[in-house]
Every structure is written in structure tokens, then in C-alpha cells.
């Protein structure tokens, strides 16, 4: 960080101090200085961009079918193959080219933005929502309760994560909520660890005690008093997780085990082009730049938020 | 140490147990059409029967698992459902491939990521430790499956159409073929697995490194008047790869896992492949004996990790 300036560090608590003399120092909460760090950030700032705009191009997935007049699922056999039946390239009509059967490459894209977003969101809630619950139980409670969770923990953490999850999906039946159910499902682990850790700590502290004292119950200093001291680990480890879950989520179809046809999604693009790549480069190309764009961008944000609440740690150390 | 390995030991049977009972009851939970595939299109009800009962289909589900369990602890592990192979068979012949594979990229991933790491760290800020950030951040976030598919299309596919016939499509030539057919097939699935890790190990020396140049020691060695190179490569990295050396113990347990999208890109038969054509075909003698040897791997490479662990850095006590 190379700002300098002296107003930008100082500490919350100048205001308490010396609130009568200088009324316009103002205290700034862990979280204010946090996102104060992070707009500085120009490389993370940029990865946001990115970010809002591949989510915008999910919410208006329409209006790519609508201005190319071509639906996600429409075979153009006619203007989207060669006579020989080969997948045409980009050109006036089809931007990004056609695939085997004649569909518009950009608009399945386009919705295929959709799924990759929804799921890594919706994965990594359920991953974090479960590893947060069970981290703070075990955490707080320690003794019989933890000893169970945290043994539960490491089984869930032998598990061989990739493999299991393919039987588990081609058993129940590959689909949306499966692929969201199974990712959550083990990974929350991970999240579950690094909440226990933290909790173990936080509950000796005093306010803690000054809480109990007062006669808050579990729940209370639970989820009120030490909760959000845990947050900032949370955020960070969430932004991280979310490319991590959609390259699974893309992985899982490409094996024929996500969305089944003919869904739009990335992975499962990718995979169909397996055949095709000699003679239609467009076909695996502009998928896998559309996945990779959107973990590069999730990746360097993520980056961007762990400096962000801990400025030692990272690209600026 | 007995203590801690007896103990962890005991620990990962249960886990693999649970893993089993988990899987079996999970396979069962559907119902099989194994018999009636098996059977073909002109079964009569009492073919599929018979079929069933050959297989032991028709038994409740404790017995079946029983009879699992306790084959099992003799090393055997069933019979395939289609062609009544031994499941260990099927297995031992695919883990060469996997071990092709795994070797191979491991080499690659940790003198790529290692050294990457290093050179970063040592210069921190450089146009080398910036262009080594972003070279490990694009791997890192790089899909398999598309970084795979992209290395067949360039340097299969364009140089054998430029007249380079060095890299095949795909499949695998046994080292007993000569090594130079192996080699040739193997490139590519190492670049592929490679690359990706590699990344996670640049991040993680890099990071580790510039925490250890930081101490005291190091001050120490240099104020000795001891070399740079002798100071960054003796004094520091040997104990900046104590974290790394944690990661490559659990990536290389959970390789088997993730080993499947590379030997399916490259149709190579190996434990991966046969995992998921298993899948396919609900052929539950197949998915459980790679499963459970997944699993075992990760057990055993927690363990592994945690025992180096304490060779490494003498504070740790077991």
C-alpha cells in the first residue's frame, strides 16, 4: 500500500478520544476499512467488473437470443453446418459460430453463464451456511460435541471428494439441485476447520464472558457476539471457494454427470466439442474462455478481499 | 509415535468403513437394471432372475455387504458385474497408467511450482515474481478439461498438420513397449495435471518463502557472509517447504480423484477411466474397489504428511 496518508489507517477509536477537539475524524469499523483497502484495489476493482458484467450477461441471456434471433436450444441444420455437416465458424450470423447441430455458440454462452454463476452461488452459500453452523458448534461447545463434529470433519476431509461425488450424481441423477446438493455437501469441511479455530479462540475472550456474565444464552453470544468476529475469514474463504465450485460444477458436466442436454452450460459445451476441435476451434474456445474469464475473475477479486481484511497477507506483502 | 500411528491407523479403518457402508447403501437406494441389461433385449422375466441370483443381486442388502466386507479383508474384492472380472484384476491393471500419470506430473508440478516460487520470492516485485504471479494465477484458474483439450488442438492436432508427428491424440503405449513411445503418449496428460497444480505450489512457495526471508536466521546467514544462493537455498527454502510439502502429501492422496478428467480427455485407461465407464454402467464391484483404494490413498497420505510433518520441523511432537 502506498497511499501514505495518515487518515486512512487511523485507528477506529481516535473519535473517542478526541471527539470535542477534531469532530471530523470519524471511527471506521474493521469492515469500512476493509472495503476502503479493497476500492483501492484497481486490479480487484477490475475483477468486479467483470464479475457484475458476466452476471449481467446471465440476467439478459435473452437479449442475445433476441438481437441474434437464434434460441439457446434451436438447431440451424441448414445455415449453422457445411453441406459436409461440419459446424460452421463466426461470421455474420453466428458470432461465435455454431456447434455440431447448428446452434448459436455465443447465445448458449450466454445462458450457460446462467448455470455457472447460479450454481457456484448457491453451492458456496450452502457450503459456508453448513460449514459456519458446524464450525460454531464445535467451537463453542467443545467437549462431546466437538469431539464428534471434528471426527466427522476429517472423514468428510478423507473422502476422495471428485470420485464420490460422480457415483453419488450418477446414482441420484444428474440435475440442478444434485450438482448444488453434492458440492455442498463436501465441501463444507474445509469451512467448518477454519470457523472452529477461530471460535476456539474468540470464546475466551472477555467480552465473551461479559456477555455470558450478563446472562445472554449460547444462542445469543453464538450468533451476536462472536459470529461476526468469524466473518471476515468467511468472506474471504467464500470469494476464494466460488471458482473453485464452478470449475467442479463445469467438470461434473463435462462428464456427462451436470445439466443434461440440450441445457446450455459451459462444461457440458466443452465437452461436446470433444470431436470437433480439429475442425471447429471456436467450438471449445470461446466456452472455455467464457469459464476461465469467470474464475480468473473471481480468483483475482478473492485475492483482492483476503488483503483487503488482512493487509499483511499476499500480493502486497 | 507408535501411539499417534496406532491411533490414526484405527482412525482411517473407520473412515474407510463408513465409506463403504456409504456407497453400498447409496448404490442400493436405486433400483439396479445390472441383471437386465445383462440379460439383453429378449429376457424372460426368469433369465433376469437367474442372472440376479448369480450375481447375488437377489440377497437383502446386509448380506451382500457382509459378504463384501468380509471378502475384502482376504483381498478380494468381487467380481465385475459384465464380464466377471476380478475387480483387483481390473484394478491392477489400470494403476500403471495412473501411476504414469501421477509420477510424472508430480515431477513436473513441484520443480515448476517450487522453483517458480523461489524466484518470485527472491525478487519480490520484479518483472519476474509479477510475470511467475500471473502465469500461476491464469493456471490456476484454468479448467482441466479446456487447458487439456487446448494442448491437443496445438500441439497434437496443428503439428502434425505442420508435419510433427511428436504428440499422438490420445491413449497409452506401456513403458514395456519402450520408453519412448510412453513418453510421447505421456506429455501432454503431465502437462495437463501440471500446470494446473504447479500454480497452487508458485502461490504457495512464494508466499511461504517471503515469510522465512523475513527472520532473523536468515539475517544471521547473511551477516556470516554466506553466499545469496547458499542463504536462499540452504537456510530458507529448506523450511519454506514445510507447507509445501503438507500440500503435496494431500494433493497426491486426492490425485486418484482428480486424475479423472485428464486420463478421460486423453482416453487413458487408467483408474480414473475405469472409475467413470464403471459409473456408467452401475457396475458396483468396480466403483467400490476404486473408491475404497481412492480413499485409502488420502488416509494414508494424511498420515504420511503428518509424520513428515514432525521430521520436518522439530517443534511438532506426535
Redesign the interface.
Known amino acids: 500500500m502506498s497511499t501514505g496518508s495518515a487518515e486512512v489507517d487511523a485507528p477506529a477509536d481516535v473519535d473517542q478520544d478526541v471527539a470535542g477537539v477534531a469532530p471530523r475524524v470519524q471511527g471506521r469499523s474493521p469492515w469500512l476499512l476493509a472495503w476502503q483497502r479493497l476500492r483501492r484495489d484497481r486490479v480487484a476493482m477490475i475483477s468486479l467488473v467483470v464479475i457484475v458484467l458476466i452476471a449481467v450477461i446471465a440476467v439478459i441471456a435473452p437479449v442475445f437470443a433476441g438481437i441474434t434471433g437464434h434460441p439457446p436450444n434451436q438447431q440451424y441444420l441448414q445455415q449453422g453446418t457445411t453441406t459436409a455437416g461440419l459446424p460452421v465458424g463466426p461470421n455474420g450470423t453466428f458470432w461465435f459460430g455454431a456447434d455440431d447441430l447448428g446452434r448459436d455458440i455465443l447465445v448458449r454462452i450466454a445462458y450457460g453463464a446462467r448455470i455457472s454463476l447460479g450454481v457456484g452461488v448457491a453451492a458456496t452459500l450452502l457450503t459456508v451456511a453448513i460449514g459456519v453452523v458446524v464450525g460454531l458448534a464445535a467451537g463453542f461447545f467443545r467437549g462431546a460435541v466437538d469431539t464428534v463434529l471434528a ?1 466427522f470433519v ?2 468428510i ?8 461425488a ?3 450424481v ?3 441423477g444428474p440435475g440442478l439441485t444434485m450438482t448444488v446438493l453434492v458440492i455442498g455437501a463436501f465441501s463444507w469441511a474445509s469451512v467448518a476447520r477454519i470457523v472452529r479455530g477461530q471460535v476456539l479462540s474468540i470464546r475466551e475472550r472477555e467480552y465473551v464472558e461479559a456477555a455470558r456474565s450478563l446472562g445472554a444464552t449460547d444462542m445469543r453470544i453464538m450468533f451476536v457476539d462472536v459470529l461476526p468476529n468469524v466473518l471476515a475469514q468467511v468472506i474471504v474463504y467464500t470469494t476464494l471457494l466460488i ?1 473453485v465450485v464452478i ?1 467442479t460444477q ?2 461434473l458436466s ?3 454427470l451436470g445439466l443434461q442436454p440440450p441445457t446450455a452450460d459451459w ?1 457440458g459445451m ?2 461436446e ?2 470431436n470437433f ?2 475442425v471447429a ?1 471456436w467450438f ?2 470461446f466456452p ?1 474462455l467464457a ?2 474469464i469467470t ?2 475473475a ?3 477479486f478473492g ?1 483482492g478481499v483476503r488483503d483487503a481484511f488482512d493487509p499483511r ?3 502486497a ?1 | 509415535m507408535i501411539r499417534f500411528l496406532i491411533l490414526r491407523t484405527l ?2 479403518l ?2 474407510l468403513w ?2 463403504t457402508m456409504a ?1 453400498f447403501a ?2 442400493f ?2 433400483p439396479s437394471n445390472v441383471a437386465r441389461t445383462l440379460a439383453g433385449r429378449q429376457a424372460t422375466p426368469k433369465t433376469i432372475e437367474l442372472i440376479a441370483h448369480r450375481l447375488g443381486l437377489d440377497q437383502p442388502i446386509w448380506k451382500q455387504y457382509w459378504d463384501f466386507i468380509s471378502n475384502a479383508f482376504h483381498g478380494d474384492l468381487g467380481y465385475d458385474y459384465y464380464h466377471q472380472v476380478p475387480v483387483t484384476h481390473i484394478m491392477a491393471q489400470a494403476l500403471p497408467i495412473t501411476i504414469s500419470l501421477a509420477v510424472g506430473a508430480a515431477v513436473i508440478w513441484m520443480v515448476l511450482g517450487v522453483f517458480n516460487g523461489v524466484i518470485s520470492a527472491v525478487h ?1 516485485r520484479s518483472v519476474a515474481d509479477r510475470s511467475m ?1 500471473v502465469f500461476a ?2 493456471f ?7 487447458l487439456g ?2 494442448l ?2 496445438f500441439l497434437y ?1 496443428k503439428l502434425t498438420l505442420a508435419g510433427f508427428k511428436w504428440f499422438p491424440a490420445g491413449g497409452y503405449s506401456p513403458l514395456s513397449a519402450g520408453a519412448g513411445p510412453w513418453f510421447q503418449h505421456m506429455i501432454l496428460p503431465w502437462l495437463t495435471l501440471a500446470l494446473v497444480l504447479a500454480a497452487t505450489y508458485t502461490r504457495l512457495t512464494r ?1 511461504s518463502m ?1 515469510d522465512v526471508l523475513g527472520e532473523d536466521y536468515i539475517k544471521t546467514a547473511r551477516s556470516k557472509g554466506l553466499r545469496e544462493r547458499r542463504v536462499v537455498y540452504r537456510h530458507a527454502l529448506r523450511s519454506a517447504l514445510t507447507p509445501v510439502v503438507t500440500q503435496f502429501g494431500i494433493d497426491l492422496g ?1 490425485l ?3 486424475v ?2 485428464t486420463e ?2 486423453f482416453s487413458l485407461p487408467g483408474l ?1 477411466k475405469t ?2 465407464d464403471a ?2 454402467q ?1 457396475d458396483l464391484p468396480v ?1 467400490i474397489g ?2 475404497l483404494f ?2 485409502t ?3 494414508v497420505a ?1 498420515i504420511l504428511v503428518d509424520i513428515v510433518y514432525a521430521m520436518l520441523d522439530p517443534r511438532v511432537r506426535l
Open positions: 471426527r476429517d472423514v476431509l478423507s473422502v476422495p471428494f471428485f470420485l464420490v460422480i457415483a453419488l450418477s446414482i441420484a471458482p470449475v463445469a467438470a463435462f462428464l456427462g462444461g466443452i465437452a466439442s470433444q476441435y480439429q476451434w471449445p474456445v472455455g469459464l476461465l474464475t480468473l473471481f480468483n483475482l485475492d497477507s499476499g500480493r506483502a | 482412525q482411517g473407520l473412515v463408513l465409506i456407497v447409496l448404490f437406494m436405486v519480490p504471479t494465477l491464469f490456476y484458474s484454468m479448467p482441466s478439461f479446456f483439450i487446448m491437443l488442438y492436432f508466499s517471503l486426492q486418484i480423484g482428480g479423472v478428467i478421460t480427455v480414473g472409475a467413470i459409473i456408467n452401475q466403483i476404486i473408491v481412492a480413499s490413498c488420502v488416509v494424511n
